[in-house]
């Protein structure tokens, strides 16, 4: 076992994204799924520019179920504004398939920004095989999402205060979209 000064300091979050998709050549939408689960190095910070492991489960009805793909996440939302996913995976018939998206980050609507994300999902040859539209749904996710971020050190959920007298900690959360 490491010493814990030696030891590795990582963030790790799951995260679930669903939309609809539409295959090139269709007329109709389908759902979209991903299931993912992020490793960072680090301490996650907004003013910071960080990448690192992307895994997970993509799902479309018909056309892929793939619970071994696999890729990167960057996160810069305030150096260059984006939250870029990249990752492959296979298609039901076989084909090697690779997601590209990217949240722009818009401080007059962070909340709406940084949980949208437009994909495009293209062939091994780079041909467009499909697009879509996902979201992150804040009010059935929110609780779980951060439930399950892990941060490195101390725990940031636990309480500092030990029953001093004179003494008193409070706890805010706020999300703003215009």
Known sequence: MMAPSTRARRT???EVMEGTFRLAGEDRDRPMRLDLSVDLPGVLRPWSDTEGALTGHVRVPGWADD????????????????I???????????????LDGWKSIDPRRPV?????LPVTVTGEDGTVAGEGLLRFDLR???ARFI?????PGPDPMRSRWRGQPRRLEVWYTTLTDR
């Open 12 to 14: 790790t979050f799951a």
């Open 67 to 82: 619970h071994s793909a696999a890729g990167r996440l960057r996160v810069a939302p305030l150096t260059a504004r984006r």
């Open 84 to 98: 870029r996913y990249t990752m492959d995976f296979t298609g039901r018939d076989g084909r090697r398939l690779h």
């Open 112 to 116: 709406r920004s940084m949980t949208t």
């Open 140 to 142: 059935r996710d929110l």
């Open 147 to 151: 439930a399950g971020a892990r941060f």
